[in-house]
C-alpha cells in the first residue's frame, strides 16, 4: 500500500508559478512510476505528466507541455510539478498519483489531491 500527500497548492495570478510536492511512503519509492493528473470543476480527470522509474523520461499533456516540469527525489520520497505561466484554464485539482496510466487516465494509488486556482 502507497500513501500519497500533496502539498504547495494555493491561489495565484495568471502568468504566476506554483509548486506541487507529494509525500510517498510505503512503498520502495524508486522502483514506482509517479505521475500528476487534474480535474477541473464539470470536467472529467485528465493526465498532467509523469515520471518514470527511477526517474530518465517525462511525459507531459500537450497543454501543460513547456510550462510545466515533473520531477523526483528517490532519496526523500517526494514527486514534485513545477508550474510555471499558468493560466486560468488550469484551475483544477491536482492529484498525485503512484503507477499512473495516461492512456487509461487511471492510476493504482492517489493522493487526496491540492486545490490550485488561477485568477485572470
Known amino acids: 500500500q502507497v500513501r500519497l500527500v500533496e502539498s504547495g497548492g494555493g491561489l495565484v495570478q495568471s502568468g504566476g508559478s506554483l509548486r506541487l510536492s507529494c509525500a510517498a511512503s510505503g512503498g520502495t519509492f524508486s522502483r514506482i512510476p509517479m505521475g500528476w493528473f487534474r480535474q477541473a470543476p464539470g470536467k472529467e480527470r485528465e493526465f498532467v505528466a509523469s515520471?518514470?522509474?527511477?526517474?530518465?523520461?517525462?511525459y507531459y499533456a500537450d497543454s501543460v507541455k513547456g510550462r510545466f516540469t515533473i520531477s523526483r527525489d528517490n532519496a526523500k520520497n517526494t514527486v514534485s510539478l513545477q508550474m510555471n505561466s499558468l493560466k486560468p484554464e488550469d484551475t483544477a485539482v491536482y492529484f498525485c498519483a503512484a503507477e499512473p496510466s495516461k492512456l487509461t487516465n487511471s492510476a493504482r494509488y492517489w493522493g487526496q489531491g491540492t486545490q490550485v486556482t488561477v485568477s485572470s
Open positions: 515520471i518514470s522509474s527511477p526517474g530518465g523520461f517525462t
